[in-house]
């Protein structure tokens, strides 16, 4: 007599249950179950439909000594959270001396076996997952998205990275941080991250192993001409076969046959490897090298910071232990990279990409008192090299005994704003309320901080600025310090001021270079302080001495990291839509 489900083995039932709804992922299976059941009217395939949506997920786990004891219980209990959410079972451990020959040879048992899965989920075998960790991270219907997982270490340092496209490196990420200084829970895009509990389509891998089958990191990295830029970036030009030599055409040819006629032995994609950096420094490892080509191929990496996965050790080492150590870490770091930017120490931080906003007009911000001539002179200037509508504003104080002069050589200039007032401050001291006073005024979607010994000698400056699109971003004309920084109005509204201090333009540098959102725009100014009579030269050297000690004191260094860390939250939203 035949044993009903009720007396077989829990663990056979379960495997039999398994069987059954992978079965259901192929027509035919479909098919001969309606036949088994006779079952073919509306409700039966309902039925039958419903479990075909389940997601099926292969655990793969590679491993030396079997999974810890909390590790163990830990995939029990996800699995229990799992049932009626996704179809799941584990394929055999594998263990080697090398981790990525692990890894490598789970995915080719699994393609070999012809089993039906969506996904794979990698998970170590010392990961303490919580129960619902693996619906979470199906719940992003991503390719490629893991939990933020840390290093074994103190402080336990999270394992995702960030990508530099500039350099071809990876650095360390520090995730979301709202404007409180708040750490920020959630799904965000990242550059690269560990595969400790990581979950991977199906199709991503099949890309992700024919990058390799096809030599394309051969061909992007090792047979395309390269070039290092004038800022010491190496600059690959696209693979382009028809401009290499016979012999090298056929070395490609021969490695990619190479490898499909191994790949139909043993089914290895490599997946992971250790690539050669293309910065030509080093190798990536396993896991940077897998992200590295996900990259390539246009497969975005994502981290859920709100699942929790502890990693054993001395304890179970999680994000939850690193943020305290973060936060004094993060401010740290951010005010080390302040002062470099001021004082043009260098410091690895590439642009961030922006969407492109058109944009139009540019104001341009110039205080003055007591140069009329130089003043005519700069205006004139740059109403002759400009292209189409510009605005030009100008702040005079009402003392000024030269006002009528230059009253007398304006008129007829259309882009001419004058805004009088009572003198502010001491002059060169509060240079700063001056600009503030004139971006109130200020219509543009640029603002430029000008003064009246500059000479544009540019045609078409106000075009090129416009052609640098808009969003959070402050321009510079190529060198070292950014004397006529031009701000972007929406970075000027966020920060509510151009500059509380009279550094104005140290105070733009450090927040955009921090933030990566300085930007070169191809114009050549003259500064003509050198020209200018002594007395102007000593009234302002005067100033830098009392009023750079203020800029780089305790006060106006915790505002300017907080519009740092302002602007910085800001980017954080564009980033993640």
């Known amino acids: 007599m035949a044993s009903t489900p009720t007396e077989l083995n829990p663990l056979d039932l379960e495997h039999e249950r398994k069987r059954v709804r992978s079965l259901l992922k192929t027509p035919e299976g479909r098919q001969a179950l309606m036949d088994v059941l006779n079952a073919h009217d509306a409700k039966a395939r309902e039925v039958v439909d419903e479990q075909v949506k389940l ?47 692990s890894r490598n040879d789970l995915l080719c048992r699994l393609f070999k076996s012809g089993k039906p899965f969506d996904y794979v989920l990698f998970m170590d075998d010392d990961m303490e997952p919580e129960p619902d960790a693996l619906l979470k991270l199906l719940a992003h ?30 650095r360390e990420e520090t995730g979301a941080w709202d404007s409180a200084g708040n750490f920020v829970r959630g799904l965000m895009k990242t550059g690269a991250i560990g595969t400790a509990f990581m979950l991977i389509s199906q199709d991503a891998l099949r890309k992700i192993a024919d990058y390799y089958l096809n030599a394309e990191h051969e061909k992007r990295f090792t047979f395309s001409p390269c070039k290092v830029d004038e800022k010491g970036y190496i600059k690959y030009e696209p693979y382009d076969e028809s401009k290499l030599p016979q012999w090298t055409r056929d070395h490609v040819e021969l490695i990619v046959k190479k490898r499909f006629d191994q790949a139909t032995e043993d089914s290895n994609g490599w997946w992971f490897e250790n690539l050669k950096a293309p910065n030509w420094l080093g190798e990536y490892s396993e896991d940077m090298s897998f992200c590295f080509k996900a990259q390539q191929l246009g497969i975005d990496i994502w981290v859920d910071t709100s699942i929790k996965v502890g990693h054993l050790g001395d304890y179970a080492y999680s994000l939850d232990d690193w943020i305290p150590y973060a936060d004094g870490m993060l401010e740290e ?4 990279r302040m002062i470099c930017a001021v004082v043009n120490k260098p410091f690895q931080r590439p642009k961030i990409e922006q969407p492109f906003i058109k944009t139009g007009k540019v104001s341009v911000m110039i205080p003055s008192r007591g140069r009329p001539e130089l003043l005519i002179k700069t205006i004139n200037q740059l109403e002759a090299t400009a292209h189409g509508e510009i605005e030009i504003l100008v702040r005079l104080d009402d003392d000024d005994q030269t006002n009528s002069e230059f009253d007398a ?35 543009g979607d640029w603002l430029m901080l000008w003064n009246d010994d500059a000479a544009m000698e540019t045609e078409g400056w106000n075009e090129k600025i416009r052609e640098c699109g808009g969003g959070l971003k402050v321009l510079t004309a190529p060198g070292e310090l950014n004397l006529f920084p ?22 733009l540098q450090a927040i955009s270079r921090v933030n990566g959102i300085e930007q070169t725009v191809d114009l050549s100014v003259k500064h003509l302080r050198e ?26 260094q915790d505002k300017l990291y907080a519009d740092v860390q302002k602007v910085k939250f800001a980017l954080g939203k564009i980033k993640n839509g």
């Open 55 to 101: 997601p099926i997920v292969a655990m793969l786990t590679p491993t030396m000594e079997g999974f810890e004891p909390r590790s163990n219980t830990a995939y029990i209990r996800m699995v229990e959270a799992s049932k009626g959410h996704c179809i799941m079972y584990p394929e055999p451990a594998v263990s080697t001396s090398i981790l990525h020959w």
């Open 141 to 170: 219907k991503k390719d490629i998205v893991a939990a933020g997982c840390t290093l074994r270490m103190d402080p336990p340092k999270p394992n995702y990275r960030v990508y530099e496209p500039d350099t071809f490196s990876f």
């Open 333 to 336: 770091e951010t005010r080390r």
């Open 409 to 443: 050589a304006a008129r007829g200039i259309e882009s001419l704003i004058v805004i009088g007032g009572s003198r502010i401050g001491k002059g060169y001291d509060s240079l700063h309320e001056y600009y503030n006073e004139l971006a109130k005024h200020a219509t």
């Open 486 to 507: 031009i701000i972007s109005r929406p970075l000027y509204e966020l920060l509510g001021y151009i500059s509380p201090q009279v550094h104005s333009d140290s105070w």
């Open 531 to 556: 020209d200018l009579e002594d007395k102007t030269k000593n009234d302002s050297l005067a100033t830098y001495r009392t009023s750079r000690p203020q800029f780089f004191s305790r006060e106006y």
